[in-house]
């Protein structure tokens, strides 16, 4: 009998694109393969899995070994695979919502140029696995919990997932950094939790904006055990749902390393507290 995969690849169709603002898109994939997607958190990540070059077909591996098939083919032959974050999935279909960069990547050339009926595939988790899953950091708080949520564009799409699904007791804060004015997305809060938009003015370096402006924030700290180590640059943390004070922080590389940094460091929060994800670094593409 073989083993159901906890993560497979599904192939889709783009259903939709809808133009949010001047950076940010969303694209509605669907397809039947989709009913098994499966999704355990807010800030769920994918695999989005382009042709090589355009119009060209999608050949991608099987099996437990498939990601080391995967560096082994040819690069006129490999698909482009990125990492991106559920918006949110219902049925056979799910949304994503992309970063407008121009021509500065393959995704971000893929989505300005996407129509209905285009095929493309993801990676993600099995709903026909019934394990555990990974790909994901936020665990969920009770009522009473003071959160910090905060990240530049690239995590809007995961922090405006978790402000829909916090309960009505949480309190705390979001800090979202985007391009410009024009990014400001409709979000859900509850009534504690307030959100503070930071578009980058006279060009600001992405992520300068939200380290000022957590930098002189205040926030209840926890009492850290005062082990830190300054090399990890990926921490989804170790809360639980009756943690008094939860940071979730993604983004830039170096700004999410400087902002926990701060927490746990000038502040003395735990960083069994702090969820930390550094999305992307400069100067280097997602291999």
Not at 70 to 85: A, G, K, S
Not at 100 to 122: N, T, Y
Not at 127 to 148: C, F
Not at 251 to 269: D, P, S, Y
Request: with cysteine.
């Amino acid at each position: 009998m073989t083993a159901v995969p906890p993560y497979r690849a599904f192939r889709v169709q783009v259903a939709a694109t809808e133009k949010l603002s001047p950076h940010f898109v969303r694209v509605t994939l669907s397809g039947p393969e989709l009913a098994d997607f499966r999704t355990d958190a807010p800030d769920q990540r994918l695999k989005i899995i382009l042709p090589p070059t355009p119009g060209a077909p999608i050949e991608f591996p099987e099996g437990p070994d498939w990601y080391q098939q995967y560096l082994q083919m040819p690069e006129e032959r490999r698909p482009i695979m990125r990492t991106y974050t559920v918006r949110s999935a219902t049925g056979s279909q799910i949304d994503v919502d992309f970063v407008l960069h121009g021509d500065a990547g393959p995704a971000s050339r893929w989505v300005a140029a996407a129509e209905p009926g285009d095929e493309i595939m993801v990676f993600g988790p099995n709903r026909q696995y019934e394990g555990p899953i990974s790909g994901y950091a936020w665990v969920g708080v009770d009522d009473g919990t003071e959160v910090l949520l905060a990240g530049d564009e690239t995590a809007v799409p995961a922090i405006a997932g978790i402000l829909d699904e916090l309960k009505p007791g949480v309190h705390g804060a979001a800090y979202l950094e985007v391009p410009t004015k024009d990014d400001v997305l409709p979000v859900c809060p509850p009534p504690g939790v307030a959100v503070h938009w930071l578009p980058r003015t006279g060009g600001q370096p992405v992520g300068r904006r939200l380290v000022e402006t957590i930098t002189q924030a205040g926030f209840a700290p926890t009492p850290d055990d005062g082990d830190d180590d300054e090399s990890v640059l990926w921490d989804v943390g170790e809360w639980t749902h009756e943690s008094p004070f939860v940071a979730w922080l993604a983004g830039e590389a170096a700004t999410i390393k400087t902002l926990r940094r701060h927490l746990v460091r000038e502040r003395n929060i735990d960083k069994r507290a702090v969820a930390f994800m550094g999305y992307w670094k400069y100067g280097r593409p997602e291999s």
